[in-house]
């Protein structure tokens, strides 16, 4: 049975700001408790101070202080990318499990020391990926578990935005200019680029929709404005048996998808050997083909159900029950997924098709 406990969660650094969603999530759980946040700059904790209805005495600069004053079960974390490990071996001592904001890591050493520091610990740790509680997504695949397209073959995904840096409170803004980007750790190549903020997605969800079976050939090219060292656009394929996927990312897209879809769509298609699903981010309903409709039927998505409405909602449960965290939250989902990651980029950094990557 679950427990009654409500969980002590804070949230730790605020790099990248979908900690904003998640500290909503905390807020909104009746079994979770806020209390406690922390970014060495003020200003970036403002807005969830506002909507959380944060206490002055739960805001911190200094982390450790943050902690140890505060004692989370839970430590929610929003590093840059290429600073996941580092800050899972931070925290990780102070006995807590963490909730961490996609990518995992911005490399599969980086992914395995974040495994290393959890296990030590003897704590638990899951990695969010936004994409993985869209009702479009999870509808796909309860579709697939029910066999309506028969066995997966092919995923084809496209995703991105305008800029991770976009001034998105101002309506009127322009497109970021090359200094602003060379000034943001978005563009570092510790972590940066389109690659490693929107691969990673393409590649971890897909290997939850193929039940965690691993392509066995990677072959990846990438593009972006000269002057900058990371890329804004990338195409990789992948081999999964006799046939090929492929996984477009790309800063740079007409619109932003969660205002107005860009084409190409942002989202995935999938082809199995009786049928295909075209799920698209924020989509209302997905599209369906068959035998029986070769036309195409459309299918409104499904309407979430606790507790696997959100992804704090979920880790709780998780924590509550005992139960195994699975699904692209799950660490050798996203384990999968970086090894998809890292492979791409060496393949294009080394230019020629690589086999999957190890270590």
């Given at each position: 049975?679950?427990?009654?406990?409500?969980?002590?969660?804070?949230?730790?650094?605020?790099?990248?700001?979908?900690?904003?969603?998640?500290?909503?999530?905390?807020?909104?759980?009746?079994?979770?408790?806020?209390?406690?946040?922390?970014?060495?700059?003020?200003?970036?904790?403002?807005?969830?101070?506002?909507?959380?209805?944060?206490?002055?005495?739960?805001?911190?600069?200094?982390?450790?202080?943050?902690?140890?004053?505060?004692?989370?079960?839970?430590?929610?974390?929003?590093?840059?990318?290429?600073?996941?490990?580092?800050?899972?071996?931070?925290?990780?001592?102070?006995?807590?499990?963490?909730?961490?904001?996609?990518?995992?890591?911005?490399?599969?050493?980086?992914?395995?020391?974040?495994?290393?520091?959890?296990?030590?610990?003897?704590?638990?740790?899951?990695?969010?990926?936004?994409?993985?509680?869209?009702?479009?997504?999870?509808?796909?695949?309860?579709?697939?578990?029910?066999?309506?397209?028969?066995?997966?073959?092919?995923?084809?995904?496209?995703?991105?935005?305008?800029?991770?840096?976009?001034?998105?409170?101002?309506?009127?803004?322009?497109?970021?200019?090359?200094?602003?980007?060379?000034?943001?750790?978005?563009?570092?190549?510790?972590?940066?680029?389109?690659?490693?903020?929107?691969?990673?997605?393409?590649?971890?969800?897909?290997?939850?929709?193929?039940?965690?079976?691993?392509?066995?050939?990677?072959?990846?090219?990438?593009?972006?404005?000269?002057?900058?060292?990371?890329?804004?656009?990338?195409?990789?394929?992948?081999?999964?048996?006799?046939?090929l996927s492929t996984f477009h990312t790309r800063w740079g897209t007409f619109s932003d998808p969660w205002m107005d879809q860009p084409q190409p769509q942002c989202g995935f298609v999938l082809k199995g050997t009786k049928g295909t699903?075209?799920?698209?981010?924020?989509?209302?309903?997905?599209?369906?083909?068959?035998?029986?409709?070769?036309?195409?039927?459309?299918?409104?998505?499904?309407?979430?159900?606790?507790?696997?409405?959100?992804?704090?909602?979920?880790?709780?449960?998780?924590?509550?029950?005992?139960?195994?965290?699975?699904?692209?939250?799950?660490?050798?989902?996203?384990?999968?997924?970086?090894?998809?990651?890292?492979?791409?980029?060496?393949?294009?950094?080394?230019?020629?098709?690589?086999?999957?990557?190890?270590?």
């Amino acid at each position: 049975m679950p427990s009654r406990k409500k969980w002590r969660i804070a949230g730790i650094n605020f790099d990248f700001r979908h900690m904003d969603q998640l500290l909503g999530c905390v807020h909104r759980e009746r079994n979770a408790e806020l209390v406690g946040i922390s970014h060495h700059d003020p200003e970036e904790m403002q807005d969830v101070i506002a909507a959380c209805e944060v206490p002055e005495d739960r805001v911190f600069t200094d982390w450790k202080k943050c902690i140890e004053e505060t004692r989370p079960d839970v430590v929610v974390l929003c590093p840059a990318s290429g600073a996941h490990a580092e800050w899972v071996e931070k925290v990780a001592p102070y006995g807590v499990h963490v909730l961490m904001e996609k990518p995992f890591a911005a490399n599969l050493a980086q992914a395995d020391r974040i495994v290393k520091a959890i296990k030590k610990a003897k704590h638990r740790l899951a990695i969010n990926w936004p994409l993985a509680w869209y009702p479009s997504h999870r509808t796909a695949y309860r579709l697939l578990q029910a066999g309506r397209i028969g066995d997966l073959q092919e995923v084809h995904f496209y995703d991105g935005n305008r800029s991770p840096i976009w001034n998105r409170a101002d309506p009127k803004a322009t497109a970021p200019t090359l200094a602003d980007k060379k000034s943001s750790w978005f563009y570092d190549p510790n972590g940066g680029g389109s690659l490693v903020d929107y691969l990673g997605y393409g590649a971890t969800l897909a290997t939850w929709y193929f039940g965690g079976k691993k392509p066995s050939e990677i072959t990846t090219v990438t593009g972006g404005t000269k002057g900058l060292r990371v890329d804004e656009q990338s195409v990789t394929i992948a081999r999964y048996g006799e046939w090929l996927s492929t996984f477009h990312t790309r800063w740079g897209t007409f619109s932003d998808p969660w205002m107005d879809q860009p084409q190409p769509q942002c989202g995935f298609v999938l082809k199995g050997t009786k049928g295909t699903i075209s799920n698209y981010d924020y989509a209302p309903t997905i599209r369906v083909q068959t035998a029986r409709h070769p036309a195409g039927k459309i299918i409104a998505v499904d309407k979430l159900k606790k507790p696997q409405q959100n992804p704090v909602q979920y880790f709780l449960h998780c924590l509550e029950t005992n139960a195994p965290i699975e699904g692209p939250l799950d660490v050798k989902v996203s384990r999968i997924g970086q090894q998809i990651v890292d492979t791409a980029a060496a393949s294009a950094e080394q230019k020629r098709p690589l086999k999957l990557l190890t270590r």
